[in-house]
Each structure stands twice: as C-alpha cells, then as structure tokens.
C-alpha cells in the first residue's frame, strides 16, 4: 500500500509531461504529418512500455494500473524535455537584439 501511494505523484508527473509533449508538438512541429507521425510513435512506444511493466512489475491490480500509467508517462519525458528546450531557445532568439 504504501508503495501504491508513493507512486501516485510519479504518476501524476508523468502523465503531465505526457500531456505536455502532445500540447508542444502541435506547435512546434514542421507539419502536421510530421507531429502525426511523432505522435503514434511517441504512443505505440508508450503503450508497449506500460503494458510490460504492468504485466512484468505489478503484483495486484492498482498497482498494475499505477505502473502502466507511470511508464506511459516515462516515455514521454524526454520528448517533453526536448520540446520545452526547443521552446526556451525560441523564446531566446526572439527576444535577443
């Protein structure tokens, strides 16, 4: 139990960068093909990760359910890492002189 509530934060920051990174992608992508095709990598990716940990890792059903959200999440960390980078360094070149 105690492991369960632990992970519910991890959880909940993973599913934000998750969200963070299909927001950015809109956006900074070159075109809409482009972030389509990121986007079903990002989630075939995603959904095969969460589903062996949870089937591999998870010894009840909560933590199972904990464990495939937070690897989804996971997955999509360095993406939402790439994309707030790329954001900042844009965000940069405009503002300079």
């Known amino acids: ?4 509530v632990a992970l519910i934060p991890v959880t909940a920051g993973a599913l934000l960068a ?3 990174a299909h927001l950015a992608l809109a956006s900074q992508s070159r075109s809409p093909a482009t972030a ?4 079903i990598v990002l989630l075939a990716t995603a959904f095969g990760f969460g589903g062996v940990t949870a089937v591999w890792y998870g010894r009840s059903l909560p933590m199972q ?7 989804f999440g996971i997955v ?5 890492c790439i ?3 790329k954001r900042l360094r844009a965000r ?3 503002e300079a002189p």
């Open 1 to 4: 139990m105690e492991t369960i």
């Open 18 to 20: 998750t969200v963070y």
């Open 36 to 39: 389509l095709v990121t986007r």
């Open 65 to 71: 359910l904990l464990l495939g959200l937070t690897s």
């Open 76 to 80: 999509h960390v360095p993406a939402a």
């Open 83 to 85: 994309l707030f980078l």
């Open 92 to 94: 940069q070149e405009t």
